[in-house]
Each structure stands twice: as C-alpha cells, then as structure tokens.
C-alpha cells in the first residue's frame, strides 16, 4: 500500500500547492531577489547592489525601533488578548453559579448576551475600529477624557497618542478590543465539545473553578489555544497592526517613533520615500521574525495530545 | 475535538520538516532562474512607440496629432474631477477626431505604480493626494517629460503672450529640481499662513498682531476669555511650518530656508531659526496653546478652531473647503502672513509662504506627450480657470482668473495676503523636495516634540540638526540646491 501513497498524495495537492507555489513562495522569492537591488518602485530600471540595503538596514535606528515594537506586539498581544478570551470563554461557558435545577455545568447568567456583545468588534473593519477610538482618544473633546472630566479628574487629561509614553499602549489596547471577541468564540466552541462528565467528576472530587480551569479546560483546549496564539502573532505583526498603526497614530509612527512597527515602515519606504528595494529588504527581516515565531510557538507548545 | 484539527506537529506522515526541505530546494532551484524576475514587476519599457507628431498651427502650437488618443488621470480629492471633465471637454472640442480617455482617482499610486514599471503610463496625471508618487524618485529616474515646449508654447488666450508669463511667481521654479527643464506643472494656488477668525479677533477688540510682543499680548488676552490662542494640527506637526518657515524667512532673509532647503550644514543653528523656535515654544510654555493640542488630528485641530476653542491656526488655504461644515456662516475667516519677532526682521511684514499645488505631470514614456501638454494648455486658459476657482473655491496657478466671479472669504482674504506680500513670497522646497526629512523628521520628531514640550528649542534644533546632515549625506535620496 505503501508505494502509491506520495503520488496519490501529490495528485490531490498539486493544483492547491502550484497556486500556493504562485502566490506566495513566488512573491516571497521575488521580494528576496529586490531586496539585492536599488530598485526604487517608481521605474523599471534597476542595479543589483549586493548586500547594501541590508547593512544599511542594520544602521537603521528606525528599523530597530520598529523591529522592537513589532517584536512587543508579538509576545504581548497574544498573551493579553488570549488570556482575557480565555477568562472570558471560561465563565460564559462553564463559570457560573450552579443554578437548581439546571444543568451541572453551565456559564454565568446571561451568558448568551455577552457572547454576542463580545463578538461585535469582529463584526467591525479595523479600520473603522481605528478612526473610532481614535475619536475616543482625543483629548481635547473624546470620550475618555471627557469621562475623566465628569467624574471630577480635571487634572488626569493625557494625551493618549499625543504622548510617545502612552500612544504604543493606546494602539494595543484597541488590538485587544477589537480582537478578543473573534477568541472568546473560538475558545467557546472548544469548550463546547468538552464531555460534561469530565467537569461532574471534577466537581464531585469537589474542584474549585480555578482547579477546573486549569486542570480539565485549559489542557483540553490547548490545540485551540496554541493555533490561536499563532493567528494573533501573525495578526499582531502584520495587517492588523499596521491599519491600526497607519491610522491612529501621530504621523503616523510617531509621536517620535514611539509606535512605528516594521509593516508601516515597509510601506512608508515602498510607497512614499520610493525606495522599494530597500521596503523588501525590511519585509525580508519581517518574514524572518513571523517564520522565527511561528517555530517558536509550535515548539514551546509542543504537548502530548489527549484523545477523549 | 482536538483530535480532528490536530496534524500541524506530530511527527507522523508528511512532516513540516519534510516540507521545508523541499521549499528550501525549490528555492534553490529558482536561484539560476533569477534573470527571468526582471521580466515580473518591472519590465523593461523600451520599444513604445509615440504617437506621430501633428502639423504646428497657431490654433495647434504644441503640434498635436489629431487622430491620436490622449490618456488624462486625475486625483479625485479635495477639488473634485468636475472642472478635470470640464477641461476634457474643451480638449475634446478643439480636437474632434481625437478619443481622451479621461479617469479620476484617489488611488494615484496603486493604479499608476505598475504602468510607470511596464512603460505604458498615461499622457497626463495629477499626482496628488495620500497616494502621490514621489517627484524626486520619478524626476532622477527620468520619468517625466520636459514641459518647456508647453512654457514657451503661446496662451490659449493671447497668442503674443507664452504660457510661462500668464502664470503666478514661483509655479515655474517649482517645477524645475535642477537645471531648466520642468517637470512638474502646479495647477492649484495655496496660500499658507496664520488662519484666524476676524469675529473672534473683533471681539477681543484686536487686530492681527504684527510683532511677536503683540502676538503674546493678544493670546493672554483671549487666555483671559478663556479662549487658547494657538492650536495646530497636533499628529501631524508638518504643518506648524506653514507659518513658521516664513516667520524664519521673515526674521532672517530668504537665504535662511534657502539654506535649510540646500541641506547646508549648521543651515538649522541660524540665529533667526533659534529665535523663531523659542518664540513658538513660548506660546507653549505661557500655556496659549489649546490643552490635548499634541493629541488632535488635522480635522480636529481645524473644527477646535472653528468652535472658537482657539484663535490661530496655522494652515494653508484648502482649510475653507476642508472645514467647511464647521466653520460657522458669520465666522469671518482670514489668512494672514505670519508674525514675525520685530521691526528689526529683515524682511517686511507680510512675507508669505505661497505655492502650488496639484502637481500635473506628462511622463516621458507617454504615447502622446503633445496631447497631455495640449491639455494643461487649454486649463491654463483663462476660462478654465475662473471655472476652477468658482468651482473649488482656490486660486489656480493662472494669474488672474478671479475677476467677475465672487470669492469665499477665505479666498479674498487669501488674495489680498498675496497682494500685500508682493515679491515678498517664499516657497520652502524642502516640502517637495525631502518629503521624508520634512514631515517625520522636522515635523513630527522636531517641531511636534517641541511643541508638546518634551523639548527646548535648543534641542529641537539640535536634532532637526543631525536630521538633515544625514540626509544630506544619505546616498539612497537625490539632492537640489536651489539654482
């Protein structure tokens, strides 16, 4: 049986593999080829330079700057947006008070509410999610900081993204909000499929939510969980940071660099300083650091799989 | 359930190590072919062939093949694509047998981009907007065609007069990076400055304040009223320049930007630079600037001042039309030329920054060069553009055109601006020339740290300083030195 397997294999895959060959290994490569160019995006003549654009880019104090904010993206939104998605998920799900007689295992009252309020967010484009709370942030007449000012906090008025100091955790905070939803569901449907016996024999053993949680949910969810981490990583370093970025914020990349991140400044090379050899050049690093997390994750994440 | 999705890292079956080896193979395959890449995003653009020249009348000066097609694309912004349809219509008329494929669009670059790397770009763009492509990039690669045979071609007016001396003063110099051809054709008129409403200075019983003693005077006493004197479009500081540049010119002479414009070292350490920023920090520091200023977009910082929040703004023209549905009926909008220190500045009240806008251009590998020219003949008419500035409210680069049609306030008050200024016009190239230098770095890590107070003056300088030597020594950008 052994012997015909690759090649009904490959049968099956070659046209999803030659479209996937053509449009993304193909750009990839490409991107890489100009990235040892000085093409400026704007003409079709060009030089092969070497290796210039990337000791240029290793100079680039810029490029640090933003290579460390994507980098914070990276590890901290994940761990933030996927915590607070799974405290979510667990009291909708499975937190609640034991009611007379319903079922054993069921989330807190109201549950069904809060599930749909937390997925309205998804239901958003970024970049209406932007320009909304970049409204919410404005110091001068947006909601926060009239709130501050209604309930007595004249002094406490921040400039939000005005302020170098605060405008990278402005940006995350609406990350957050915005994605957490699409992963309280997510992790809800998992949870779902846990046998309910599980948790009655937990609960007759007389556990805690907190033993609950992470002694029958969290090892239980964890396939979810890890791809999870993954697709907010990729999130985080890619279009979702880079609409937020683009839109909200001073410059935008600033005040002073403070919130620039690698996709905005591939663009801003590519597409306003007309230097796009030098944009592949940085999208090669980025491609690097997604590729470097993505291995990351998997492997830390590696556990053994429990079948029920 | 995990047993359905999982797969992504047993060790059983097809592996991902297995497929990396053989992406990494296929890659290197692909190595030797890398010649053919060329041929994907960037083909070689040679062997386009230009349209046939027409006969030269005088009703044709710039020889114009009438059976030819003449490809026109304009930004869809801020002025609409009504008097572009307008202009294409006139073409139309003068050359009957002659298709124009006429297209408005906001997305300059994205739809542009790829013709410019096949060679087939359009015969005339208006490369304006979020999405303009960069002049300096397109003029060293030699993309655009040399405008001279439009500026010596006679107007579609007067025949005894050349198009190049209907025009308003610095358009053509604008158009030139270095040495005399020109590139670019400006169609607009901004005039830049201090914004400010006259109801609101009326009633804090003040006029525009000329010298900086009276500029402070006026802010304590609307701070008084509790009113702020100043704000600015606070994310994006590029645009606190629009009146600090000519104070600097004011202050110092013209030579002053024209070295900062020319990258000269120590251009940033003039005395007149150092006292203009600290004259600006001081609004800061004496708190005339609106509170959350450094937090507020452009639209915010403009509808602020139009609610009466502040008094000054500094802005270019565009702002009437932008803010229009803000800015109150009774407001009495006005520009003014920027204050300068005292009556020991160089030069005379009044100086102001002026340019133009809506950058047309003709690329060199167009079809019908002729055709494109053709048609910014026929919008610098006269007619063309009266029907330009009653239609969006701005001045055109034809001087004149302003007659028999009544102005906004704004723009009166512009025109009058200019006609005080005279020759005292200024026209800052770094805006055009290092997009990059000028608003990320002067403007957004320079001035708008300053002016949110995380910086002296010394330091701004200092930094704004250091900004410009690197560019000036950076190899990838192309320098201008004023001529």
């Known amino acids: 049986m052994q012997?015909?397997?690759?090649?009904?294999?490959?049968?099956?895959?070659?046209?999803?593999?030659?479209?996937?060959?053509?449009?993304?290994?193909?750009?990839?490569?490409?991107?890489?080829?100009?990235?040892?160019?000085?093409?400026?995006?704007?003409?079709?003549?060009?030089?092969?330079?070497?290796?210039?654009?990337?000791?240029?880019m290793l100079d680039d104090d810029i490029f640090w700057k933003s290579l460390q904010h994507s980098l914070l993206f990276a590890l901290l939104l994940p761990v933030v947006t996927i915590g607070l998605a799974l405290f979510f998920a667990f009291m909708i799900n499975v937190g609640g008070r034991r009611r007379k007689g319903g079922?054993?295992?069921?989330?807190?009252?109201?549950?069904?509410?809060?599930?749909?309020?937390?997925?309205?967010?998804?239901?958003?484009?970024?970049?209406?999610?932007?320009?909304?709370?970049?409204?919410?942030?404005?110091?001068?007449?947006g909601a926060i900081n009239s709130l501050l000012r209604g309930i007595g906090l004249d002094s406490v008025q921040p400039l939000w993204l005005g302020d170098p100091n605060l405008a990278l955790w402005c940006v995350m905070a609406v990350l957050v909000w915005s994605t957490v939803g699409f992963f309280v569901v997510l992790f809800s449907a998992g949870m779902a499929s846990i046998p309910a016996d599980l948790y009655e024999a937990a609960l007759l053993d007389g556990a805690n939510r907190i033993t609950t949680f992470f002694r029958i949910t969290l090892p239980l969810l964890w396939d979810t969980v890890q791809s999870g981490w993954v697709y907010m990583g990729i999130l985080a370093l890619g279009a979702e940071s880079f609409a937020v970025v683009g839109i909200m914020t001073t410059g935008p990349g600033g005040p002073d660099y403070s919130t620039t991140v690698m996709v905005l400044y591939v663009y801003q090379k590519a597409f306003r300083d007309g230097q796009a050899a030098y944009a592949t050049t940085i999208g090669v690093a980025l491609l690097v650091v997604t590729l470097a997390f993505a291995a990351a994750v998997m492997r830390l994440g590696r556990r053994e799989r429990l079948e029920y | 359930m995990g047993s359905t999705t999982d797969g992504s890292n047993?060790?059983?079956?097809?592996?991902?190590?297995?497929?990396?080896?053989?992406?990494?193979?296929?890659?290197?395959?692909?190595?030797?072919?890398?010649?053919?890449?060329?041929?994907?995003?960037?083909?070689?653009?040679?062997?386009?062939?230009?349209?046939?020249?027409?006969?030269?009348?005088?009703?044709?000066?710039?020889?114009?093949?009438?059976?030819?097609?003449?490809?026109?694309?304009?930004f869809d912004g801020g002025f609409g694509k009504e008097y572009g349809q307008d202009a294409v219509k006139l073409y139309e008329k003068s050359f009957p047998k002659a298709k124009v494929k006429f297209s408005a669009t906001q997305k300059i670059q994205s739809t542009l981009q790829p013709r410019f790397n096949q060679g087939t770009p359009p015969d005339l763009i208006d490369n304006s907007g979020a999405e303009q492509m960069d002049m300096g990039v397109l003029v060293g690669k030699k993309q655009l065609a040399d405008l001279t045979p439009l500026l010596d071609a006679p107007s579609y007016d007067n025949p005894d007069k050349k198009v190049r001396d209907t025009l308003?003063?610095?358009?053509?110099?604008?158009?030139?990076?270095?040495?005399?051809?020109?590139?670019?054709?400006?169609?607009?008129?901004?005039?830049?400055?201090?914004?400010?409403?006259?109801?609101?200075?009326?009633?804090?019983?003040?006029?525009?304040?000329?010298?900086?003693?009276?500029?402070?005077?006026?802010?304590?006493?609307?701070?008084?009223?509790?009113?702020?004197?100043?704000?600015?479009?606070?994310?994006?500081?590029?645009?606190?320049?629009?009146?600090?540049?000519?104070?600097?010119?004011?202050?110092?002479?013209?030579?002053?930007?024209?070295?900062?414009?020319?990258?000269?070292?120590?251009?940033?350490?003039?005395?007149?630079?150092?006292?203009?920023?600290?004259?600006?920090?001081?609004l800061y520091k004496k708190g005339y600037v609106l509170r959350g200023t450094p937090g507020l977009d452009h639209i915010q910082s403009q509808t602020a001042w139009a609610q009466g929040k502040a008094l000054f703004l500094p802005n270019g023209s565009w702002v009437e039309n932008e803010s229009a549905n803000v800015i109150p009926k009774d407001f009495g909008l006005a520009v003014s030329a920027p204050t300068?220190?005292?009556?020991?500045?160089?030069?005379?009240?009044?100086?102001?920054?002026?340019?133009?806008?809506?950058?047309?251009?003709?690329?060199?590998?167009?079809?019908?060069p002729a055709g494109g020219m053709e048609q910014l003949r026929i919008m610098l008419s006269e007619a063309s553009s009266r029907n330009f500035t009653s239609k969006v409210k701005s001045l055109s680069a034809y001087n004149g055109g302003t007659t028999g049609i009544t102005l906004t306030p704004g723009l009166e008050s512009g025109q009058a601006a200019l006609e005080k200024a005279g020759d005292n016009v200024v026209n800052p190239r770094i805006q055009d020339w290092y997009v990059k230098l000028q608003k990320e770095q002067i403007g957004v890590a320079g001035l708008g740290e300053m002016m949110a107070g995380r910086m002296t003056p010394a330091e701004a300088i200092k930094k704004i300083q250091g900004f410009a030597d690197a560019a000036a020594k950076d190899t990838s950008i192309k320098h201008y030195k004023h001529q």
């Open chain 2, 340 to 368: 300068g220190l005292d009556s020991s500045d160089k030069m005379p009240f009044g100086t102001i920054w002026a340019s133009g806008a809506e950058p047309f251009v003709v690329p060199a590998k167009a079809k019908n």
């Open chain 2, 168 to 282: 308003r003063p610095g358009i053509v110099e604008m158009g030139q990076f270095d040495g005399d051809p020109v590139w670019i054709m400006y169609y607009a008129y901004t005039v830049y400055g201090v914004w400010y409403s006259q109801k609101a200075l009326d009633s804090l019983d003040e006029q525009y304040p000329e010298t900086w003693d009276q500029m402070l005077a006026v802010c304590e006493k609307a701070k008084k009223k509790g009113m702020a004197g100043w704000t600015y479009a606070g994310k994006y500081p590029y645009y606190i320049p629009f009146s600090l540049y000519p104070m600097i010119a004011k202050v110092g002479g013209r030579e002053v930007l024209d070295a900062i414009d020319n990258l000269e070292p120590n251009a940033w350490k003039h005395p007149a630079v150092k006292a203009s920023f600290e004259a600006y920090y001081e």
């Open chain 1, 3 to 56: 012997h015909g397997k690759y090649r009904f294999v490959v049968g099956f895959l070659a046209v999803p593999l030659g479209l996937y060959a053509l449009f993304v290994v193909w750009p990839f490569i490409q991107s890489i080829y100009y990235s040892f160019t000085d093409w400026t995006g704007l003409s079709p003549e060009f030089k092969m330079v070497g290796f210039d654009n990337y000791s240029r």
């Open chain 2, 10 to 74: 047993g060790p059983e079956g097809v592996g991902r190590r297995d497929l990396i080896k053989r992406s990494a193979a296929l890659g290197l395959i692909s190595v030797p072919t890398m010649g053919v890449l060329s041929a994907c995003a960037s083909s070689g653009g040679g062997g386009e062939e230009k349209a046939e020249a027409g006969e030269k009348t005088a009703k044709n000066p710039l020889g114009v093949n009438d059976a030819t097609q003449m490809e026109f694309v304009l």
């Open chain 1, 103 to 141: 079922p054993v295992i069921s989330g807190v009252r109201g549950s069904g509410f809060y599930k749909i309020v937390y997925f309205f967010p998804q239901v958003l484009s970024i970049a209406i999610v932007a320009l909304l709370f970049q409204f919410a942030y404005n110091p001068d007449s």
